[in-house]
C-alpha cells in the first residue's frame, strides 16, 4: 500500500463503480430476460395442465402420524405438487367459484376459498396500484395459500380435501368494528374449526382446533415485487431474538425450528405473517419445486395465533408488535439500515414530506461525513500536485521496486501527503451511503409518496427522467472538478464514460433513488467546489 498513489486510488473507485455497473447490467441483461422467459414457460404450462388440489390430495401415501420424519415426508409429498408463483397477471385473478366468502377490512379484502384458505388478498389504499392503475393483488392463485392445513394422517388429509367448509356468514365488512369468522370443516372421525377474528386494520387473531395433529402454513411469500435488488423468501424468528432468513431457491432440504415467535413470507415491500409471542411454535420449513421455503407450524390439536398480510409498513407492524419490523430486511447493511430508517421516519414526521425527507436526509448525512470528506480530497488534491515528481520517480526507478517505493514516501512525508488519505475516508463512507440505498430501495412509505410537480411515485420510476439525467449531469461535473491523477488512457476513457452508464441505468430505478443519488451527487460537487478554492488559497500563501 506503500505506493499507492493517485493512480491506485483512482483504479479502487473505478473497482467499485464497475462493480456496481456490473450489478446492475447482469439483472437488466441477463437475470431480468431469464427470470421473464421461465416464468412464461412455467405460466404456460399451468394453463395447459393445472394440477387440481382434489387430484393432489387424491395420492395415496401412509404416514406414521408420530414420526416426526414421516410428517416432513407428509409436507413435502403434498407441496412438491405445489404450483410456484407465476409473474404473469392472470394468475392474479382467483376464480369466483373458488370463493365461499369475502371479507373487507378498513386496507384490505380477504378472499376465502372453499377449503377455508385465504385464497387472495387485495389491497384497497389508493397508494397500492399496479401499473395498471388496478389494486394491488397479494397472491397467484396456484401458490400456497396462507392457512392451508395439512393433517398428519395422510388419508384424513386426502379427506380435507375434498371437502369443503361451511361459515357462519357470507360477507363480513369489518371495516370500522372487529368481526368473526368461524369456519367448520366436519371430516371422518374430526371437525377442524378455524376461528377467525378481523381487526379494522387488517390483522386477525385466529384459533384452530382439531382432535388430530395437524400443520397449518402462512403460505407463499406475495408474489409482487421481486427483483435482485432487495431480499425475498421467508423468515422464521425465534424466541431469543434471533432471525433466520431464507431466501428463495437457496433451500435444499427441510429444516426445523423450534421456539418461534413469528414466521414470515416476504418480498420487497409485502408480507404474510403468523406469530405468538406468548407460547412459541415449532416449524417446518420446506423446499418447493424451486427451493424456495413454505413454513408450516406444527399443532397436536389447537393453536391460537395472530396474522397479517400486506405491506411491510414500519408503522402498522411496529404497532402489532414492535418485534415484526424484523421482517423489513435491509440485507448486509441491516444493522446500519434499521437506525437509519428511524432517522428518516423522524425527519418525515417533521417535513411531512417524503421527497423532501430525502433531500433533508442525503444534506445532514454530507454535513455530518463532511471532516471524512474533507480529508480525503484535501490529500487528493496534494496527491495532484505531486503526480509529475511522481511520475519522474517511477520512471527514474522503474527497475528497482523498492528503491522507487522509498523515495516516493519521502515524497509523500515532505509535502505532508497521505497516499491512502483520499481513499480510506471515501471507503468508511461506503457502508453509510449503500445503507441508505437499501433504506429507499425496500421502504414500502415511498410507495404512492409524491416530491413536486412531476414525481407522482416516489418507488416507480420517473416518467420524464428528469431526474437520471439530472443525476448524469452532476455526476460529471463532479467528475470535472475532482481532481484527477490517471495516467493511464484506458481508465481515463472508462471514468469519462462513467456519468453516461449510470444515466442509462438509472432511467428506470425508482424516483427515490434516483433523488438520493442526484442530491448526494449535488452536494458533493459542491463540497468538491469549495475544497478546491479552500485549497487554492492554501497554495497561494505558501508561495506554491
Known amino acids: 500500500m506503500n505506493n499507492l498513489d493517485g493512480g491506485g486510488q483512482k483504479r479502487i473507485f473505478i473497482a467499485i463503480f464497475i462493480a456496481f455497473i456490473f450489478f446492475i447490467a447482469y439483472d437488466y441483461l441477463y437475470v431480468q430476460p431469464r427470470d421473464n422467459a421461465l416464468n412464461a414457460i412455467q405460466a404456460k404450462a399451468k394453463a395447459k395442465a393445472q394440477t387440481t388440489v382434489n387430484s393432489v390430495a387424491g395420492t395415496n401415501t401412509k404416514v406414521a402420524p408420530k414420526s416426526d420424519s414421516s410428517i416432513t415426508s407428509t409436507i413435502l409429498h403434498f407441496t412438491k405438487h405445489s404450483s410456484n408463483s407465476a409473474k404473469n397477471a392472470s394468475f392474479k385473478n382467483i376464480s369466483k367459484k373458488d370463493i365461499l366468502l369475502s371479507v373487507k377490512t378498513k386496507n384490505d379484502l380477504f378472499e376465502i376459498d372453499k377449503l377455508g384458505r385465504i385464497a387472495q388478498v387485495t389491497l384497497l389504499q389508493k397508494r397500492f396500484v399496479d401499473k395498471e392503475g388496478k ?48 369456519l367448520t370443516q366436519k371430516l371422518k372421525g374430526t371437525t377442524l374449526t378455524k376461528k377467525l377474528t378481523f381487526y379494522p386494520d387488517g390483522h386477525y387473531d385466529l384459533v384452530a382446533s382439531a382432535n388430530k395433529p395437524f400443520f397449518i402454513t402462512s403460505g407463499y411469500r406475495p408474489d409482487v415485487i421481486v427483483d435482485m435488488y432487495a431480499d425475498h423468501g421467508a423468515i422464521v424468528s425465534n424466541n431469543n431474538g434471533s432471525s433466520d432468513v431464507i431466501k428463495d431457491e437457496k433451500l435444499d432440504k427441510s429444516q426445523s425450528y423450534k421456539n418461534v415467535q413469528f414466521i414470515s413470507g416476504f418480498d420487497r415491500y409485502y408480507t404474510t405473517l403468523l406469530y405468538n409471542f406468548k407460547n412459541p411454535m415449532n416449524v417446518t420449513a420446506v423446499p418447493s419445486a424451486n427451493k424456495s421455503p413454505e413454513l408450516f407450524i406444527k399443532v397436536n390439536k389447537s393453536i391460537s395465533l395472530s396474522g397479517y398480510i400486506g405491506p411491510k409498513d414500519h408503522k402498522a407492524l411496529k404497532a402489532l408488535n414492535p418485534h415484526l419490523t424484523d421482517v423489513i430486511e435491509y440485507g448486509w447493511f441491516t444493522f446500519i439500515a434499521r437506525p437509519m430508517f428511524s432517522f428518516l421516519q423522524a425527519i418525515h414526521n417533521i417535513v411531512g414530506n417524503w421527497g423532501w425527507t430525502i433531500v433533508l436526509l442525503t444534506l445532514i448525512v454530507k ?110 461535473l463532479q467528475q470535472r472538478i475532482t481532481p484527477n491523477t490517471m495516467q493511464d488512457p484506458t481508465q481515463r476513457k472508462i471514468f469519462q464514460f462513467l456519468p453516461v452508464i449510470f444515466t442509462f441505468f438509472f432511467l428506470w430505478f425508482p424516483a427515490g433513488l434516483t433523488l438520493y443519488w442526484f442530491v448526494n451527487n449535488l452536494f458533493t460537487a459542491g463540497q468538491q467546489f469549495y475544497i478546491n478554492k479552500v485549497f487554492e488559497k492554501q497554495r497561494a500563501k505558501a508561495g506554491h
Open 367 to 476: 454535513l455530518i461525513l463532511f471532516p471524512l470528506s474533507y480529508k480525503g480530497m484535501i490529500s487528493m488534491q496534494r496527491l495532484k500536485t505531486l503526480a509529475p515528481k511522481i511520475k519522474e520517480l517511477q520512471a527514474k526507478y522503474k527497475g528497482d521496486k523498492q528503491k522507487q517505493s522509498t523515495h516516493m514516501m519521502e515524497l509523500y512525508k515532505k509535502h505532508g501527503a497521505n497516499p491512502m488519505g483520499g481513499c480510506l475516508p471515501m471507503v468508511l463512507q461506503i457502508p453509510v451511503f449503500f445503507a441508505i440505498y437499501r433504506v429507499l430501495l425496500n421502504s414500502i412509505e415511498l410507495k404512492g409518496a409524491p416530491w413536486i410537480f412531476w414525481i407522482h411515485d416516489l418507488a416507480l420510476m420517473d416518467p420524464y427522467y428528469i431526474l437520471p439525467i439530472l443525476m448524469g449531469i452532476t455526476m460529471y
Open 135 to 182: 389494486q394491488i393483488k397479494l397472491f397467484d392463485k396456484n401458490q400456497l395459500k396462507p392457512l392451508e392445513v395439512r393433517f398428519v394422517d395422510t388419508k384424513l388429509n386426502v379427506q380435507a380435501f375434498k371437502t369443503d367448509v361451511s361459515a357462519n356468514a357470507k360477507y363480513l365488512d369489518a371495516s370500522n368494528k372487529t368481526k368473526v369468522l368461524v
